[in-house]
């Protein structure tokens, strides 16, 4: 008997844990970026890097700008003569997105849907 009110406990608190993270997901707006800065700047390579599982990300100043994606690749590695190393990139680049949910801005990698917030960045609704 109280393996099923624990049973019914863990679903019912899965299914409010859905709920919540679906109407998280159904408020958040595409966004871009009002006041870009270097602190921001710093702060989207940081968050786009911990998404990536990458050490080092690099983007314009002026990313998030003007559109609410963004599409990384990696730096094709580059002999002293400037050509490429390893040939062609077969590699699809990342689309990272930035949204804003309750005037929070955050940016989301759209194939895992991992996302972090962006406390420094200010951003409106696209």
Request: glycine share 4%; aromatic share 2%.
């Amino acid at each position: 008997m109280k393996l099923r009110y624990l049973t019914a406990a863990i679903i019912l608190a899965t299914g409010c844990s859905l709920q919540a993270e679906d109407e998280m997901a159904l408020e958040a707006k595409p966004a871009v970026i009002t006041a870009p800065s270097r602190i921001s700047n710093q702060e989207l390579q940081l968050a786009i890097g911990k998404l990536l599982n990458s050490p080092r990300v690099r983007i314009a100043t002026d990313a998030f700008t003007r559109s609410s994606r963004l599409s990384i690749q990696r730096a094709p590695h580059m002999d002293p003569k400037g050509n490429m190393i390893m040939g062609r990139s077969l590699e699809m680049p990342v689309m990272i997105q930035l949204m804003i949910s309750a005037n929070t801005c955050y940016v989301r990698d759209e194939k895992s849907g991992l996302s972090l917030p962006l406390p420094e960045t200010q951003c409106q609704a696209e």
